[in-house]
């Protein structure tokens, strides 16, 4: 049995893991730490001291977890605490080499104070014929602010699509972000739907709804999906030159 205790104080999340660690119970960790991430924190904080490895196969989800959180919302992810047998697994499969692991809490949590907090915008939208127009005017002025002003217009239409289909499908009020993190110009939107987006359910008109998830597949330099407790969250990457501002 596996059990995970998480809190939430922004832009940090915690996670204390405690129980088994197989491969019956990872599905559930991931799950876990999957979520943490629909909240967009810099960094995730796992600690594991209480964490008893029974399969070292299970050690597998770490860097995939450390890979999803770097792709979206540009999260490090840190464990802390393992108890000895786990980092002997670790440094038997070489894991070490490709997430971050702490002696302590307080080591990674002081880490993790340490990263800088990137720019992000976010703001609630009706879901309405009004709302895609609002998210671009929100995506220009974060762009004008930032200095990305050459990137709006590929951000905006990325924004239209994705609240559109918010709008569409979900019919709930939408949480839309912009962020700019990690190379990235991010545009998000959150919603209170649990269905999970799928890109056969673009539109393919240029109706006011947007040509749908098609044009985010084809123009984004990334793009996915989290389900969350009430909803799910779905995003789209816009890669920003490192020489186009001093956030990145």
């Avoid at 609002?134 to 239209?160: D, F, K, S, Y």
């Avoid at 559109?164 to 949480?175: D, E, F, K, R």
């Amino acid at each position: 049995m596996l059990t995970a205790e998480v809190e939430r104080r922004f832009p940090v999340a915690l996670v204390h893991l405690r129980g088994r660690l197989d491969q019956v119970t990872a599905p559930a960790a991931c799950a876990t730490l999957l979520g943490c991430l629909t909240e967009q924190p810099t960094t995730v904080v796992v600690d594991v001291g209480d964490l008893v490895l029974t399969d070292d196969a299970a050690l597998a989800l770490l860097p995939a977890i450390c890979r999803r959180a770097a792709l979206w919302p540009g999260a490090a992810v840190l464990f802390c605490g393992p108890r000895p047998a786990m980092v002997k697994a670790l440094d038997r499969l070489v894991v070490t080499r490709l997430v971050r692991v702490y002696g302590t809490q307080e080591e990674a949590l002081a880490v993790a104070d340490r990263r800088p907090v990137p720019p992000r915008v976010t703001e609630v939208l009706p879901p309405d014929r009004y709302a895609p127009a609002r998210a671009r005017e929100v995506v220009h002025e974060a762009c004008r602010e930032w200095g990305l002003l050459e990137l709006a217009p590929l951000a905006q239409l990325l924004a239209t699509e994705l609240v559109s289909n918010g709008v569409m499908h979900a019919g709930t009020p939408l949480a839309f972000s912009v962020i700019l993190r990690g190379g990235n110009l991010y545009v998000a939107v959150r919603d209170e739907d649990p269905q999970p987006v799928r890109i056969g359910t673009a539109t393919g008109t240029l109706d006011e709804h947007g040509r749908g998830l098609l044009v985010v597949d084809s123009l984004a330099a990334a793009w996915g999906s989290l389900p969350t407790q009430d909803g799910k969250v779905v995003w789209a990457a816009v890669r920003v030159p490192q020489d186009e501002t001093s956030y990145v």
